[in-house]
Antibody, heavy 122, light 107 residues
Framework: QVTLKESGPALVKPTQTLTLTCTLSGFSLSTTGMRVSWIRQPPGKALEWLARIDWDDDKFYRTSLKTRLTISKDTSKNQVVLTMTNMDPVDTATYYC??????????????WGRGTLVTVSS | DIQMTQSPSSLSASVGDRVTITCRASQRISSYLNWYHQKPGKAPELLIYAASSLQSGVPSRFSGSGSGTDFTLTISSLQPEDFATYYCQQTYSTPLTFGGGTKVEIK
């Protein structure tokens, strides 16, 4: 079965660093063309793309959060890890990981995890 | 960064209605535009990619059009399961960006 699953703390304190893990099943990030992104959604608000890592270790970040985000991969564990430093209550959101599929020159998110809710509060 | 603006932000419609949602990019993005819908408590699901290509398994009542900066998602006959929030997304360049969403509610 092809799935992604997010894991991480449900609650973090302000100023702490958040570490989230996306575990891939049924496919490998080492496959040429494979890309995985993190996307978040504050309660009642729109989707926000955060970061992407590609099979060749290329990395891309949301401009406004670039200084706080790090995305990495552990190919041996088939995992993608996102860290976000200096967490603030406005970072409270459901965090999703998603696979980006390519069809010709076009790409789209064809597979999403169920998401994990992270609350930032003291 | 490319800004994506959706309109309307919400709409009320009845089962059987034809519904149109628009998405405008702040610069030309060719046809690098995808549409998703999201039901409460669930992850988004892909409907349309490359502006007008229907994702496998998505009902044919959904269609997309447009190129450059202006795009449209049309639901030809709204069904009960279509009440959801709809998002456009550009993949022309990173950082990838989503529109603000359009919530389709029952009239």
């Amino acid at each position: 079965q092809v799935t992604l699953k997010e894991s991480g703390p449900a609650l973090v304190k302000p100023t702490q660093t958040l570490t989230l893990t996306c575990t891939l099943s049924g496919f490998s990030l080492s496959t040429t063309g494979m890309r995985v992104s993190w996307i978040r959604q504050p309660p009642g608000k729109a989707l926000e793309w955060l970061a992407r890592i590609d099979w060749d270790d290329d990395k891309f970040y949301r401009t406004s959060l670039k200084t706080r985000l790090t995305i990495s991969k552990d190919t041996s564990k088939n995992q993608v890890v996102l860290t976000m430093t200096n967490m603030d209550p406005v970072d409270t959101a459901t965090y999703y990981c998603a696979r980006m599929h390519s069809s010709g020159s076009h790409s789209y998110f064809d597979l999403w995890g169920r998401g994990t809710l992270v609350t930032v509060s003291s | 960064d490319i800004q994506m603006t959706q309109s309307p932000s919400s709409l009320s419609a009845s089962v059987g209605d034809r519904v149109t949602i628009t998405c405008r990019a702040s610069q030309r993005i060719s046809s690098y535009l995808n549409w998703y819908h999201q039901k409460p408590g669930k992850a988004p699901e892909l409907l349309i990619y490359a502006a007008s290509s229907l994702q496998s398994g998505v009902p044919s009542r959904f269609s997309g059009s447009g190129s450059g900066t202006d795009f449209t998602l049309t639901i030809s006959s709204l069904q009960p399961e279509d009440f959801a929030t709809y998002y456009c997304q550009q993949t022309y360049s990173t950082p990838l960006t989503f529109g603000g969403g359009t919530k389709v509610e029952i009239k």
